[in-house]
């Protein structure tokens, strides 16, 4: 059964840099059949799409965020990382990972975690 | 990049239906069959109820709907239950290469 559970610092200071992991277990995010992503939610607000990687080293970002962001898989741990740097406040919110249902950008994210909050604050 | 427009909040009683409309743009919902749309309960991660526009996963109930229009997308929900409640969200592949949500729908079951 898969499941995807996301972890890291739970508060973070401006200008620092965020960064978490995302542990996939009951499948391998080095399977060619997925592509895998971040998304976050922001205290009261939508869904935002932040990247998607694949394991042989396909990476899309979010424009607005793409001189900030930086993702990658960790085969050895089944994991996934996100690095976000000099956050401000605005990057506060619910950060999930997720999986595509295929290795495609355009299929949709059929698996989720639970997702994490991360506070920017001093 | 722009959202897709979705209504901010609709609402019925229940056993009514209610529609949520997903308005993109031609390099988005109206260039790809690849709507997908989802659930999200207070606390919770989003459930993905529809995909592909049209397509219901297993296990989601079939009260559930979609179809597309043009650059419009929109979910039906029929005979509505208090356990419908809650945000949705659509959302799209881009021809730029990305993915985008839509803002997000609260449905109220009055």
């Known amino acids: 059964q898969l499941q995807l559970q996301e972890s890291g610092p739970r508060l973070v200071?401006?200008?620092?840099?965020?960064?978490?992991?995302?542990?996939?277990?009951?499948?391998?995010?080095?399977?060619?059949?997925?592509?895998?992503?971040?998304?976050?939610?922001?205290?009261?607000?939508?869904?935002?799409?932040?990247?998607?990687?694949?394991?042989?080293?396909?990476?899309?970002?979010?424009?607005?965020?793409?001189?900030?962001?930086s993702m990658s898989v960790d085969t050895?741990?089944?994991?996934?990382?996100?690095?976000?740097?000099?956050?401000?406040?605005?990057?506060?919110?619910v950060y999930f990972c997720a999986r595509h249902s295929k290795a495609a950008l355009v299929t949709p994210f059929d698996m989720w975690g639970q997702g994490i909050l991360v506070t920017v604050s001093s | 990049q722009s959202a897709l427009t979705q209504p901010a909040s609709v609402s019925g009683s229940p056993g009514q239906s209610i529609k949520i409309y997903c308005t993109g743009t031609p390099g988005d919902v109206g260039g790809y069959d690849s709507v997908s749309w989802f659930q999200q309960h207070?606390?919770?991660?989003?459930?993905?109820?529809?995909?592909?526009?049209?397509?219901?996963?297993?296990?989601?109930?079939?009260?559930?709907s979609g179809s597309k229009s043009g650059n419009t997308?929109?979910?039906?929900?029929?005979g509505l239950q208090d356990e419908d409640e809650g945000d949705y969200y659509c959302c799209s592949y881009s021809r730029t290469n990305t993915v985008l949500f839509g803002g997000g729908t609260k449905l109220t079951v009055l």
């Not at chain 1, 200008?15 to 277990?25: A, F, G, H, R, Y």
């Not at chain 1, 499948?27 to 971040?38: E, G, I, K």
């Open chain 2, 42 to 64: 207070p606390g919770k991660a989003p459930k993905i109820i529809i995909y592909d526009v049209s397509n219901r996963p297993s296990g989601v109930s079939s009260r559930f």
């Open chain 1, 76 to 93: 050895s741990r089944n994991q996934l990382s996100l690095v976000l740097t000099s956050v401000p406040a605005a990057d506060t919110g």
């Open chain 1, 13 to 69: 200071k401006p200008s620092e840099t965020l960064s978490l992991t995302c542990t996939v277990s009951g499948d391998s995010v080095t399977n060619n059949h997925h592509y895998w992503a971040w998304i976050r939610q922001p205290p009261g607000k939508g869904l935002e799409w932040l990247g998607t990687i694949y394991h042989r080293g396909t990476t899309y970002y979010n424009p607005s965020l793409r001189s900030r962001l």
């Open chain 2, 73 to 78: 997308a929109s979910l039906t929900v029929s």
